[in-house]
């Protein structure tokens, strides 16, 4: 069963991008802010909204530690926020001034990359905010990107639709082309690392302008060769895809459309979970919480719903939630809730 506990409504433009640590919520928008939220009761931090970028935050994410939020924006930086105290630790100049519509932390926390409308990459030295060295993508605009869970490489999508897998040098070790027709929208790599013989396998996921959510295989050979195909192309909804992520076992994957649905698919199986109907416009963001059967979902309805697994990873084949237990909001840009325990188990 999966239940929305509770509607977050403090954004007062699209939201863009959601993300969670071990105990924090963070959430962006049109309206050049990023928002706050303690885990525990989905209650706003005292230093929030985060206002530093000077037009729409398009994506943030936080450090492995969950001690740094780092967020880009059409102001073409990506600023560096403490969670501690809400300060900006650093803003970084994306190499050419161009709008940043992207950005990716390694697992390790080493790294960032931030990607750019002019098809150009930035790989960063996160501890010292350094910049290590660029690339270029063609011109398309860079939407999309995901580190592998070992932190060595790392995948980008553009709206030309294409695929391609870098190394920390910004070395393209492969470039999958017409991966998703019109463009892809985002992309991530499933936590867990397979391994066997000669081969170390990721599951990587991507959806796009083509209505469809893609699972991959990229396979890492012992003499330095990639590899990426085709496992599972899920077709659970009827619009354009803009949002997708693992869960933190890698067992769930999660997906936002323009049909204003959510769907929750059992990722090893390929097989449609959950459907879920609770926002009024486009779904542009989705995530899972590392720490709890939690999902996260953000939508240009200015709203993002908080939802809860309530039986982790099973669920019953393609079933929509039972209206009775999904709430909506009838008194304003109020947050809805349901009882704590039921936010956290």
């Not at 990506?78 to 001034?97: D, F, K, Q, T, Y």
């Not at 990229?218 to 990426?228: Q, R």
């Not at 059967?293 to 309530?310: C, F, H, Q, Y």
């Amino acid at each position: 069963m999966t239940t929305l506990i509770c509607t977050l409504q403090d954004h007062r433009d699209d939201v863009n991008w959601c993300a969670f640590s071990g105990n924090l919520l963070a959430t962006c928008s049109g309206d050049k802010t990023l928002r706050v939220y303690s885990t525990s009761d989905f209650s706003e931090l005292a230093f929030s909204p985060l206002s530093g970028h000077g037009y729409s935050v398009h994506c943030c994410c936080f450090s492995a530690c969950g001690q740094f939020l780092a967020s880009c924006s059409t102001d073409a930086t990506v600023v560096i926020w403490s969670m501690v105290s809400g300060e900006i630790e650093a803003v970084l100049e994306h190499p050419g001034r161009s709008p940043v519509r992207i950005c990716a932390l390694s697992p390790d926390s080493v790294h960032l990359v931030s990607g750019a409308s002019d098809g150009t990459l930035a790989l960063w030295d996160f501890p010292s905010k350094q910049l290590c060295r660029t690339g270029t993508v063609n011109e398309a605009t860079l939407v999309a990107c995901s580190f592998s869970p070992c932190s060595q490489v790392f995948v980008t999508g553009s709206t030309y639709g294409d695929l391609r897998l870098w190394d920390l040098e910004m070395r393209q070790l492969h470039a999958e082309k017409n991966a998703h027709d019109l463009g892809v929208t985002c992309c991530t790599f499933a936590p867990s690392i397979l391994s066997g013989g000669q081969v170390v396998q990721f599951r990587l996921a991507s959806c796009g302008q083509d209505s469809q959510l893609k699972i991959w295989a990229i396979n890492k050979f012992n003499f330095g060769g990639y590899k990426m195909h085709l496992l599972h192309t899920l077709t659970g909804q009827s619009a354009p895809v803009l949002s997708c992520a693992y869960s933190s076992d890698g067992q769930l994957l999660v997906s936002g459309s323009v049909d204003k649905t959510v769907t929750v698919y059992d990722a090893n199986n390929a097989l449609l979970l959950y459907t879920l109907n609770q926002h009024e416009r486009y779904v542009t963001a989705c995530c899972f919480s590392p720490t709890a059967p939690i999902i996260a979902t953000g939508s240009m309805d200015k709203t993002v719903n908080i939802w809860r697994l309530e039986d982790g990873c099973r669920g019953r084949d393609g079933k929509s939630v039972p209206e009775q237990s999904a709430l909506t909001s009838s008194e304003g840009r109020k947050k809805i809730y349901l009882p704590i325990h039921l936010c956290i188990s």
